[in-house]
């Protein structure tokens, strides 16, 4: 397997993982019978939380120190994608959620 660094490909990637996470929120929360505003403001606050677990931003202890994700993604040719460093996922999170609910 080979690693390597590719911006464009990396936030192409990340931005379609995100938008499955808040997908998949989304529908676990409509199927709850709950208000629609509700389920936006859930579905965007949980979205957040989960991608600053996932790009480090929050602080998640371990072992007397704190684990820090490195997301990668592999393609199909079995080449890993990263970006150099940490995720940067929960940057865009909220916006992305309000375009998943205009449509």
């Known amino acids: 397997m080979k690693l390597i660094e590719n911006q464009g490909a990396y936030e192409n990637m990340q931005n379609h993982l995100v938008r499955a996470i808040a997908n998949t929120i989304k529908s676990e929360l409509e199927d709850r019978k709950l208000s629609a505003d ?25 072992l007397g120190g704190t684990l820090k994700p490195v997301i990668t993604f592999q393609t199909n040719d079995d080449t890993l994608v990263w970006v150099g460093a940490s995720s940067y996922m929960h940057d865009e999170v909220y916006g992305w959620v309000y375009d998943l609910f205009e449509k």
Not at 38 to 62: E, H, N, P, R, Y
């Open 38 to 62: 509700l389920v936006k403001d859930l579905t965007a606050d949980l979205t957040f939380s989960i991608a600053t677990i996932l790009d480090a931003s929050t602080v998640v202890a371990f």
